[in-house]
């Protein structure tokens, strides 16, 4: 054969190739996409696998909340493992509010096991204060799941170099359908039969422009007989207001622990307001703040509280019946840590 023949073969033989190639990657591309479909709307039915089951079979790591645990339980809390970061999942009655979105290196996962759970929708994000261990994932969170309405404190964003809230996040809560609302002490937000009521928070409660962690939103979370607490990085000063202002009112089942378990939060003083069954603290394994701090932990434990910890335990969910709180970890039921 001649030369020149040959070369238009095999030029021709390349091209069936690619072309080949290029129709066995759109056929699976398909095939996935069809997949992903049926899992998506009918996992857990007749016989089709479930994300979660699908994820465990490949051997790929899961440590978020339970989706049967969520759906058969009418009161939980979820506090999310972020690392060193900050993110609460409150679930009343099928609806569901996010407390703060941890950080940026765990946005992907944050949405991935929420949606894994079955939290597809939610009622309310909110924001408690505009530090990235807890707005990191606030667009990824925007944009991956229906947020209703996207609750912020009062806050002037960059007068006198104070922290701003996430470059683009009120466009993309505009371009997702999502109402922003700013709140400040005395609001409530219904949730199911429950409701979560505003304490105190906003930039009015910072001292200076490096004192963020005071302006965070405090908030209570009420349903039936149970009572949660959750207040941001609020160090000692927004915590003695607090307890200036409602004293016993403040009493709550489950407490997480202010600012990662810091030293310069969760005072005796509101510690003998809250009088908390359980504590939860929210920080990284072997984090670079030391958190949670040694002396946090005794005043915790000698308030009776029982301490748990996504350092140690992951992604923990709190769930609430019949005046009876438990908890439960990605590996099952969890005692408390020490």
């Known amino acids: 054969m001649p030369s020149t023949t040959k070369r238009k073969y095999r ?22 996409a069809g997949a992903a479909f049926v899992v998506e709307h009918w996992g857990g039915q007749s016989g089709v696998p479930t994300w979660s089951q699908l994820y465990t079979a490949l051997g790929v790591p899961m440590d978020g909340p339970d989706a049967e645990l969520l759906a058969q339980s009418s009161t939980t809390v979820t506090v999310l493992d972020v690392g060193q970061g900050d993110s609460v999942l409150i679930g009343q009655d099928g609806e569901y509010c996010l407390i703060d979105t941890g950080t940026a290196d ?58 701003a809230w996430p470059d683009g996040i009120l466009d993309t809560a505009a371009r997702e359908g999502t109402l922003v609302t700013e709140t400040a002490e005395g609001d409530a937000f219904t949730l199911g039969s429950g409701a979560i009521h505003i304490l105190q928070g906003g930039s009015d409660w910072m001292q200076t422009a490096d004192d963020a962690n005071n302006g965070s939103l405090c908030l209570l979370f009420e349903a039936g007989g149970f009572r949660y ?18 004293g016993s009112n403040l009493h709550a089942v489950l407490y997480k ?3 990662h378990g810091s030293s310069t939060s969760s005072s005796e003083a509101l510690l003998s307001a809250v009088q908390p069954q359980a504590a939860a603290i929210s920080c990284g394994l072997d984090n670079d703040y030391g958190h949670p701090h ?26 609430y019946e019949n005046g009876a709180l438990q908890a439960s970890a990605a590996g099952g039921p969890q005692q408390a840590a020490a």
């Open 229 to 246: 607490l959750g207040t941001g990085d609020a160090e000692t000063e927004s915590e003695q207001a607090l307890v200036d202002r409602y």
């Open 106 to 163: 765990t946005r992907d996962t944050l949405v991935r096991d929420l949606r894994l759970a079955g939290v597809k929708e939610l009622r309310y994000l909110i924001l408690t204060h505009p530090h990235a261990d807890h707005t990191g994932g606030a667009g990824a969170v925007l944009e991956g799941l229906s947020v209703e309405e996207l609750v912020l404190p009062v806050w002037r964003a960059g007068e006198g170099g104070e922290p």
């Open 257 to 259: 622990a202010g600012h």
């Open 11 to 32: 030029k021709r033989r390349r091209r069936k190739g690619r072309t080949a190639r290029r129709v066995l990657t759109l056929l699976a591309a398909l095939l996935l």
């Open 294 to 319: 040694q002396e946090t932990l005794a005043r915790l434990q000698a308030a009776g509280a029982e301490v748990y910890r996504t350092d140690t335990m992951g992604t923990i969910t709190f769930t």
